[in-house]
């Protein structure tokens, strides 16, 4: 019999401790009684010992557990509680640097990874689907339902969420637990600003429902909180009503100060009626003598490339704005003039104006038709060394100079993506992480390293820029952050930081959730007996970890 079928069958009829070679699956978890199902297949531990970024590889999990509802989620996580092993929820793997993966093998413990991503329902059949609130205009979903299915289901009755990122094949409990931004985050805020309520698995195995009104703390703390304070479940979405097709429009910049004050003054228009703005606002930096095609979208057709060279720019840097308008049939008659009155209000090279219309799934969905076409070359599966980084406003000149006109030379290996938001629009109570001040632009290097040589100079590159971003004292914030001390997470939360620890004691107090993320290491081993102390009286922020001997 093979070793995995006796595992299994092992589990499922004698709920013994079972060891095979190293594997021992924790007693704790032999006595959960899932709906779902658990795995030790050695493909599937392998499958989640890796991510997108494929910069680093985490410790193979005991066991990988399919979840159907959240009662499979907190029997798993209350089991890890008692039990001293942790818990990462992997929803689709699209992290760079590990989060979502086992990190804790040198400190004495392993651990299982959730899978929350749908597709392997046991005999109580799948999660929940969407299920949408026409009345209400929300969708509750589960917290491992990809944005792809988020969107179909909701167009079923002609709404969809506004805030999105640009590739859908990502889990709603992953987006959520960073922000989730595109070129909608300047109107409708990240989507972390779009949720209305959360069930949440929390680090001791309750099961709580939170939002502003219930749970609050909870709530903040879980969007944008990088997985350490419990596992979402459950979003509540809102809604609005779902255009039919995108204008998309990219225009071309040579002089950076005017591509910013174009893009700035874009997102100022937020808030207007949709007819005296753009319903979508991004851009990105064409440094490559290449074409302004890349690989994260296919704008125009192959037979008909755009060469920069076309454009007279002397191999200088240049910007590319993309602006999308949306619309239906109700006003499919004036959007043209809607558009016109837009660009005349804009400074770009006159003879740079490119337009597509789409299908506004398609435009939704754009990054996917890239995928496929690189998956078919082998070109997807590559090492991704990724740097997004969220730069202030009053910094972005010099951090122009600095990189894209310094450091970066005249090649990237991907997508350079720019644009700006507005703070505003981010719940300052979330656990995400902006600049201080009121207006900051992502900065996204998109890269793929072909080879080991590619990710050496590459990831040497990003610790140039941030390097570059300390000694010029641009105050930036990683998104997505990867640190691996406690004191460059300290730095990087700043004032945030005493209320993140806080949660983290009265939610995960035996630090079993995402270990991925390394926020939470102490040089001494994890023992059993740490717990957090809390003393009748004290507020969140007085707390401190404490060992019971
Ligand atoms: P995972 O990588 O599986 O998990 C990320 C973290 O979230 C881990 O710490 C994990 O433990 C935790 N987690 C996962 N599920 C849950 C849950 N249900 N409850 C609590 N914690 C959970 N981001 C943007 O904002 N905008 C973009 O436009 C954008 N585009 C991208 C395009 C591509 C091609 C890729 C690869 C990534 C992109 N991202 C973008 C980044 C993406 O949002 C994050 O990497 C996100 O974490 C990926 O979601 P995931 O489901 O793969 O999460």
Known sequence: MAVDTFLLLALAMCRLIVTVGLTVVPTELLHVELAGQLSVDTSEVEAASVDFGMLSKGEPPLAVVHPVSAEDVAQVVKAAYDGGFTVSARGHGHSINGQALMKERSRGRRGVVIEMVKGHGGDGGGPPPPLVSEKGKYVDVWGGELWIEVLRATLEHGLAPMSWTDYLYLSVGGTLSNAGISGQTFNYGPQISNVLELDVVTGKGEVLTCSEDGNSELFHGVLGGLGQFGIITRARIALQPAPHRVRWIRVLYSNFSTFCKDQEFLISLQGKHASQRFDYVEGFVIVDEGLINNWRSSFF?????????????????????????????????????????????????QTSVFTTDVPYVDFLDRVHKAELKLRSKGLWDVPHPWLNLFVPKSRIKDFDKGVFKGILGNST??????????????????????????????????????????LEYLTKQNRQILRFCQDSEIKVKQYMPHYTTQQEWMDHFGDKWTHFQALKMQFDPRRILATGQQIFQFDEPYTDDMICSKTANSDLEGQQWKHIK
């Open 301 to 349: 057709s192959p037979s008909n490339p755009v060469k920069i060279t076309s454009l007279n720019a002397h191999g200088d840097v240049l910007y590319c704005l993309e602006i999308t308008k949306d619309y239906h049939q109700g006003n499919a008659d004036s959007i043209d003039e809607e558009i016109e009155a837009l660009l005349k209000k804009l400074d770009f090279i």
């Open 413 to 454: 290996s991907g997508p350079i993506l720019i644009y700006p938001m507005n703070k505003h629009k981010w719940d300052h109570r979330s656990s995400a992480v902006t600049p201080e001040e009121e207006m900051f632009y992502l900065v996204a290097f998109l890269r793929s390293a072909l080879d080991t040589e590619a």
